[in-house]
T-cell receptor, first 114, second 111 residues
Framework: EAGVTQFPSHSVIEKGQTVTLRCDPISGHDNLYWYRRVMGKEIKFLLHFVKESKQDESGMPNNRFLAERTGGTYSTLKVQPAELEDSGVYFC????????????FGNGTRLTVT | SQQGEEDPQALSIQEGENATMNCSYKTSINNLQWYRQNSGRGLVHLILIRSNEREKHSGRLRVTLDTSKKSSSLLITASRAADTASYFCATENYGNNRLAFGKGNQVVVIP
C-alpha cells in the first residue's frame, strides 16, 4: 500500500508570503494529523481530522494557519502570511483508528521562511 | 500537556552492542509509543505499549513501561549500523489522542 505522501518536500518563501502544504494519507485512514517540528524543539501536535471534520485543533498556533480536508481525503495546511517562526518541518500522519492506533507518518515538508 | 523526555540525548555504540534509551513523562497515559526517524525521512512506528502492559517485545526491540515511575525504556539488542537514527518516545493521554513527543535520542551505531 502507498504510504503517507507530502508535497512539497521543501519550500522556501519570504516572510509575508503564503504557502500551502499538502498531505495524502493512506487510503482508508479516517484519521489525519498534522505535527510540526521547529528547529531544536519537540515535535508538536497541530490538529486532528476525522474524515473531513476537525476533531481537535488545539495545537494550531494562530489564525494564520488554516487546515482543510475536503471530502475526507487529502488535506492541506495553509500558512498566510508566513512569519519567520513558522520555519520548521511539517509532518502529516494518518491512522485507521484513533486511540491506541500507531501513526503512519509522511516524510514531512521542510518550510523555510526568510 | 505532558511531554515524553528521553535520556540520554545522544548515544554512540559499536555494532553488536545493546542500546538503551529512557523516557519519562508527567501525567496519566493511555499508551506510550516509540518511533524511529532516519535523517530526512518521516517517523516510523516501532512499538506501542498500553498503560496496563509492563513489557513488550518486537524483534530486537524490548520496551518496558513503569507507570508508577512514569517512565519507559527502549532496548535495541545486537545493534546494527542500520539502527543509526533518532528515536522518539510519544505518549497518548486519556481523553484525547494527541501524541506528546520527547526531544529524541540520536543513536549512532559504528560498524
Amino acid at each position: 500500500e502507498a504510504g503517507v505522501t507530502q508535497f512539497p518536500s521543501h519550500s522556501v518563501i519570504e516572510k509575508g508570503q503564503t504557502v500551502t502544504l499538502r498531505c495524502d494519507p493512506i487510503s482508508g485512514h479516517d484519521n489525519l494529523y498534522w505535527y510540526r517540528r521547529v528547529m531544536g524543539k519537540e515535535i508538536k501536535f497541530l490538529l486532528h481530522f476525522v474524515k473531513e471534520s476537525k476533531q481537535d485543533e488545539s495545537g494550531m498556533p494562530n489564525n494564520r494557519f488554516l487546515a482543510e480536508r475536503t471530502g475526507g481525503t487529502y488535506s492541506t495546511l495553509k500558512v498566510q502570511p508566513a512569519e519567520l517562526e513558522d520555519s520548521g518541518v511539517y509532518f502529516c500522519a494518518s491512522s485507521p483508528g484513533a486511540y491506541n492506533s500507531p501513526l503512519h507518518f509522511g516524510n514531512g515538508t521542510r518550510l523555510t521562511v526568510t | 500537556s505532558q511531554q515524553g523526555e528521553e535520556d540520554p540525548q545522544a548515544l554512540s555504540i559499536q555494532e553488536g552492542e545493546n542500546a538503551t534509551m529512557n523516557c519519562s513523562y508527567k501525567t496519566s497515559i493511555n499508551n506510550l509509543q516509540w518511533y524511529r526517524q532516519n535523517s530526512g525521512r518521516g517517523l516510523v512506528h516501532l512499538i506501542l505499549i498500553r498503560s496496563n502492559e509492563r513489557e513488550k517485545h518486537s524483534g530486537r526491540l524490548r520496551v518496558t513501561l513503569d507507570t508508577s515511575k512514569k517512565s519507559s525504556s527502549l532496548l535495541i539488542t545486537a545493534s546494527r549500523a542500520a539502527d543509526t537514527a533518532s528515536y522518539f518516545c510519544a505518549t497518548e493521554n486519556y481523553g484525547n489522542n494527541r501524541l506528546a513527543f520527547g526531544k529524541g535520542n540520536q543513536v549512532v551505531v559504528i560498524p
